[in-house]
């Protein structure tokens, strides 16, 4: 079946420091991935749509900026925390699809900023 | 994108049928309705897809009504390790489209 992967599965980081994450599409090429962010006893929340070769996909309320997403092959998109912060900390979750298939989802990354 | 009503909560035992009913009165005609399931500190697993009637797999069965307002999700014989939160979401499955998880229902099972 189809598995996604995320790298690292979890990170703690200083406070103003950048931080990226993984997320690979272990046996099928992924022409969207998606990223979401979740907070403990919450639900997951979209961050962005990303496209290979082309710019990401913001939700509103999703700083651009500071969540830097590149989705440069058809297999591999990461997703960058700039200057985090504690209110960053939180457990981030990659998923993968193929045109007209269903999304798979990777194992989630757990960010701490002290 | 078709907006789900899922209860917060449920208990049940080990051994028992649960059925998690979801509500999606704006449900289009191309959405299919599929259910994940979370344990903490994990992705969420696909657990069935379904667009009318009813939809069996290995793990569960997906029972839609005919005007597909409602579908209920229904784990037979449950045991602990079903202990989850599990999400009913809608949307067209054609084109890879986004997903906007719900609240969820958060199910607990106990010996």
């Known amino acids: 079946g189809a598995v996604v992967s995320q790298h690292p599965s979890w990170v703690i980081c200083k406070s103003g420091t950048s931080v990226k994450i993984e997320c690979r599409s272990l046996?099928?090429?992924?022409?969207?991935m998606f990223w979401y962010r979740q907070f403990p006893k919450q639900s997951l929340m979209l961050m962005a749509t990303?496209?290979?070769?082309?710019?990401?996909?913001?939700e509103q309320g999703v700083e651009k900026d500071k969540f830097l997403i590149n989705h440069a092959s058809l297999t591999l998109s990461t997703l960058t925390v700039t200057s985090a912060h504690p209110e960053d900390s939180s457990f981030y979750i990659c998923?993968?699809?193929?045109?007209?298939?269903?999304?798979?989802f990777g194992p989630g990354t757990r960010l701490t900023v002290t | 994108l078709a907006k789900t009503t899922q209860p917060i909560s449920m208990d049940s035992y080990e051994g028992q049928e649960v059925n998690i009913t979801c509500s999606h009165n704006?449900?289009?005609?191309?959405?299919?309705i599929t259910w994940y399931q979370q344990f903490p500190s994990q992705g969420p697993r696909f657990i069935i897809q379904g667009y009318k009637t009813k939809v069996t797999n290995e793990v569960a069965s997906l029972f839609i009504p005919a005007d597909r307002k409602s579908s209920t999700l229904s784990l037979p014989r449950v045991s602990l390790s079903d202990t989850a939160v599990y999400y009913c979401?809608?949307?067209?499955?054609?084109?890879?489209?986004?997903?906007?998880f719900g609240s969820g229902t958060r199910l607990s099972i106990r010996p």
């Open positions: 704006n449900i289009a005609t191309n959405d299919y």
């Open positions: 979401l809608v949307g067209d499955d054609s084109s890879a489209s986004k997903i906007i």
């Open positions: 046996d099928f090429q992924a022409t969207t």
């Open positions: 990303s496209n290979e070769g082309s710019k990401a996909t913001y």
């Open positions: 998923s993968a699809s193929q045109q007209g298939y269903e999304q798979y």
